[in-house]
């Protein structure tokens, strides 16, 4: 069973995000703004990439919102690399102009490039959710619950393993890690909703050791849920 959300092709890493419904648009079904519309999937793709030990260097988008949210999204994009303490990525793609869309639409590929401090070690057990699972306009209304740019790359910089939480919630992503796929949402313990979908990746397992527990509680603060599971043989 996969447990990253993205593509080797050498050393490269390549890592994705859609959004359709959201934005300006009068038959949106979540409105938000173009730039936080973007924000938001950039950092799903940007978190898939640097999770899996990618150095961001550019971003691939497909705009079917037309010509004139092209640069909104860019600010979005922007605003993520502010957020993470990175240099400006170079951005390239196209825009739907032929046919107007009722509806908002966009795609974003990031590609990285792999370093030499990935950590992928699951020799433990310990697992915590950093972050609530959020989704659709909790996404605006609770950005206090939802685990930030600069802290993840935090993580990733401290040699944590973390894996993003998408749309499928918190239980697909632990069935990935214990390699079980029969795993139930009744053997996790956890304060969190373990189906709930995670949407923009507003939250994130981390797998850690024993003697790193606390550092990560502390580095999370409120943001930390600590997770139990239980043995198939209790």
Not at 24 to 51: G, H, L, Q, W
Not at 126 to 136: E, N, Q, S
Not at 138 to 157: A, G, N, Q, Y
Request: charged share 20%; aromatic share 6%; net charge negative.
């Amino acid at each position: 069973m996969k447990m990253r959300d993205s593509l080797h092709l050498g050393n490269l890493v390549i890592a994705c995000d859609n959004s359709g419904a959201v934005g300006i648009k009068s038959d949106d079904i979540v409105y938000a703004p173009n730039t936080i519309t973007a924000y938001y999937s950039f950092r799903v793709a940007v978190m898939e990439c640097m999770a899996d030990g990618g150095v961001p260097e550019a971003v691939i988008m497909q705009n079917f919102s037309g010509e004139e949210a092209w640069s909104e999204y860019c600010d979005g994009i922007l605003m993520g690399t502010r957020e993470l303490g990175i240099n400006p990525l170079q951005i390239t793609g196209s825009s739907e102009s032929n046919f107007p869309l009722k509806q908002s639409g966009l795609g974003l590929t990031v590609l990285g490039r792999r370093n030499d401090i990935h950590n992928n070690n699951l020799a433990t057990n310990h697992f915590a959710v950093i972050g609530m699972p959020l989704v659709g306009s909790e996404v605006l209304t609770k950005p206090i619950d939802i685990l930030p740019l600069s802290l993840f790359k935090r993580l990733i910089v401290d040699r944590f393993d973390v894996y993003p939480v998408g749309s499928k919630g918190i239980l697909h992503k632990l069935k990935q890690l214990t390699h079980n796929s029969t795993l139930s949402a009744e053997k996790v313990k956890c304060s969190l909703d373990v189906n709930k979908s995670a949407g923009p990746a507003t939250c994130a397992v981390v797998a850690f050791d024993k003697c790193s527990g606390e550092k990560l509680k502390e580095l999370a603060g409120h943001l930390f849920h600590h997770v139990d599971i239980a043995n198939d043989h209790n």
